[in-house]
């Protein structure tokens, strides 16, 4: 975990006042879109079965549960990168390139 202070956050209740204090509220400022629920998501999905040994699918909701997901999306975004790998001319979006790279695991 980061130095708190690193990023200029109050460590002193008197810090933390005087911090509140120079905050202003902006009722005229759009609200950026809320991220997608999981129904928006699943809508247009098709159900496909697979069978997978015990400590796979383990696996996979652990996997999952640590990103906060489903393991029907940790599975569908497996199987999009490594189809994505068959094609390596293709360009993808920056966003998938951003969440690929940093779901990869520090190296020592």
């Known amino acids: 975990m980061s ?3 690193e990023h200029g956050y109050p460590r002193t209740s ?4 005087t911090f509140l204090e120079g905050m202003t509220f902006d009722d005229t400022a759009t609200v ?3 991220p997608p629920t999981i129904d928006e998501i699943e809508t247009g999905m098709v159900t496909t079965s697979l069978k997978l040994p015990a400590e ?3 696996r996979i909701r ?3 549960a640590e990103h906060c997901i ?3 999306m940790l599975i569908r975004q497996y199987i999009e990168m490594g189809l994505a790998a068959e094609q390596p001319d ?3 979006p920056l966003s998938d390139a951003i969440r690929v ?3 990869l695991r520090a190296t020592a």
Do not use: G, Q
């Open 3 to 5: 130095d708190p202070t």
């Open 14 to 17: 008197e810090e933390a006042a």
């Open 32 to 34: 950026p879109p809320l």
């Open 56 to 58: 796979l699918r383990d």
């Open 62 to 64: 652990e996997t999952a």
């Open 70 to 72: 489903t393991a029907s």
């Open 90 to 92: 293709r360009m993808i």
């Open 101 to 103: 790279l940093s779901s």
